[in-house]
C-alpha cells in the first residue's frame, strides 16, 4: 500500500464564478451556425427594405418563397431564390393590392461581398410550377456574412404595362437554416389558358386503391384545359384486359359524373364510342382539377359502377 502526496503541479483547481444580473443568468449562449460544403441548407428568406434601418419586410416581400436553397461551393456560395405569384401592397394603403404573376418578374440584380456594382442574376421560368428562379453567386465561402444581399427586383404590375424596379435587401435568416437534401419542389400549377396532358386512373369507389377497371381508364392521358373559373377535361375509356380476359369499351353505354361539392350526378357534356378503336371520349367540366377526385356512375354491362377519377397531378406536362 503506497500513498502519493500530491505535487504542485497536481494542486486543487476552484471554478470561480463572478455574479451576474437576473438578465444576463437567464441568457444561454448563443453560437453562430457552421455551414460547409458537405450540406445544402434551406434557409428562411424574405425581401426586406433596402433602408435597413427601418427594419421592415419590402412590399415585394409577397413575392418572394420563404426558402432560399443555399450550396457552399469552394470558395462561393450559390443561393437560389424563388419567386411567385401573389398580391402585394402599394406603399399608399388607400390604394388595394395588386396581383403581380410569377411570370411578370423578369430580373434580379445583386452585389456582391465587397462590391458596390449590381450584376443580373441567371433567371428561370418554369410556367408548368409558375415559379421564377433566380440564382445568386457570391464571392464568399462564409455564409454568416450574407445575412442582407442588395438587391433589385424587376418586374410588371400587368400583361402589358411597363417594367418597374424596387430596391430591396435580402434577407436570410441564418439561424434558422435547416440542413436539405434537394431543392425545393413546387406542385403544378395548372395555370388559366394553358393546357395539359394529366395521368389518370380508375380510383375505387370507396377504398383508398386502383379499381379493378383502371386499366381501361389508363389506355391514354386526360386532357385538361384549364379557364378561369373551370376546367374542362377530356378522358377516354378503352378495351384492356382485365384479370386475363379481353374487356370492351362498348360495354361502357353512359356515364354521369359529379364535381367537388356536387350532390348529384350529372351528365358528361360529351360521350362517343368509336367502335373502330374501341374508345369511349368523355368530357366533363370540373371547377378545379387539383380539388380532388371526382366521383364517376356508369353503366358497365347493363350494370351501374361507380368509381373516382384519380388524376396524378406531380405528373402532369404542358400539351404541345
Do not use: C
Not at 118 to 137: F, G, H, Q, R
Amino acid at each position: 500500500h503506497m500513498t502519493i502526496a500530491p505535487s504542485p503541479s497536481m494542486s486543487n483547481i476552484a471554478l470561480k464564478f463572478t455574479s451576474a444580473s437576473a438578465e444576463e443568468a437567464s441568457a444561454a449562449p448563443t453560437f453562430e451556425k457552421i455551414f460547409t460544403s458537405n450540406y445544402d441548407y434551406l434557409i428562411p428568406v424574405a425581401a426586406w427594405n433596402a433602408d435597413l434601418s427601418k427594419d421592415i419586410a419590402s412590399m415585394m416581400n409577397p413575392l418572394v418563397y420563404g426558402y432560399a436553397y443555399v450550396r457552399v461551393v469552394g470558395n462561393t456560395t450559390v443561393i437560389e431564390v424563388y419567386f411567385i405569384s401573389n398580391s402585394v401592397q402599394p406603399p399608399m394603403p388607400q390604394y388595394p393590392p395588386i396581383p403581380i404573376k410569377s411570370s411578370w418578374i423578369s430580373a434580379l440584380q445583386y452585389t456582391d461581398i465587397g462590391s458596390d456594382e449590381y450584376s443580373y442574376a441567371p433567371w428561370e421560368y418554369d410556367e408548368l410550377t409558375d415559379i421564377s428562379k433566380a440564382t445568386l453567386t457570391l464571392s464568399t465561402g462564409d455564409v454568416n456574412i450574407l445575412a442582407h444581399i442588395a438587391a433589385k427586383i424587376t418586374y410588371k404590375s400587368s400583361e402589358s404595362g411597363n417594367s418597374s424596379t424596387s430596391a430591396v435587401s435580402l434577407k436570410l435568416t441564418l439561424a434558422d437554416a435547416e440542413i436539405t437534401d434537394a431543392a425545393p419542389t413546387f406542385e403544378n400549377a395548372f395555370l388559366s389558358g394553358n393546357s395539359y396532358t394529366v395521368p389518370v386512373k380508375a380510383w375505387h369507389e370507396t377504398n383508398d386503391a386502383a379499381s379493378m377497371m383502371s386499366p381501361m381508364v389508363e389506355v391514354a392521358p386526360a386532357y385538361a384545359e384549364v379557364g378561369d373559373t373551370e376546367t374542362t377535361v377530356t378522358f377516354y375509356i378503352g378495351g384492356a384486359t382485365l384479370y386475363g380476359q379481353y374487356a370492351s369499351a362498348s360495354a361502357v353505354t353512359s356515364l354521369k359524373y359529379k364535381d367537388i361539392g356536387d350532390e348529384e350526378y350529372g351528365d358528361a357534356t360529351y360521350f362517343s364510342y368509336d367502335a373502330e378503336k374501341d374508345i369511349i371520349t368523355v368530357k366533363i367540366v370540373i371547377s378545379d382539377i387539383k380539388a380532388g377526385l371526382i366521383p364517376i356512375e356508369m353503366v358497365n354491362g347493363g350494370r351501374t359502377q361507380y368509381i373516382r377519377l384519380n388524376f396524378n397531378l406531380d405528373g402532369a406536362a404542358l400539351a404541345e
